[in-house]
């Protein structure tokens, strides 16, 4: 079975950055679109960026210009970014297929302080 392991998160200050990975347990980082998720408290789950497998990347209007998703298919690793972070980046966040779930890992969970 695929497993998911995020990891990088943590205690940022506003304005600060951190740099999120993805790790899976199988070589499909290279065949299926790949999105970040994230989920703060109280809230649904939301997709904050995507890459396609041909290397196409989309993001939500909230974290354009400040994330920046990306993938190493040798390592079956996808990546995200985050520059400019602001209180409300505040959640856990999960990586996951963009379409067709797989289950999903423990997440990482980012803290930004104003």
């Known amino acids: 079975q695929v497993q998911l392991v995020e990891s990088g998160g943590g205690l940022v200050q506003a304005g600060g950055s951190l740099r999120l990975s993805c790790a899976t347990s199988?070589?499909?980082?290279?065949?299926?679109?790949m999105g970040w998720y994230r989920q703060a408290p109280g809230k649904q789950r939301e997709l904050v960026a995507a890459i396609t497998s041909t290397g196409s990347t989309n993001y939500s209007d909230s974290v354009k210009g400040r994330f920046t998703i990306s993938r190493d298919n040798a390592k079956n690793t996808v990546y995200l970014q985050m520059n400019s972070l602001k209180p409300e980046d505040t959640a856990v966040y999960y990586c996951n297929k963009l379409h067709g779930y797989i289950p999903w890992g423990q997440g990482t969970q980012v803290t930004v302080s104003s």
């Open positions: 199988r070589s499909f980082v290279s065949i299926y679109a």
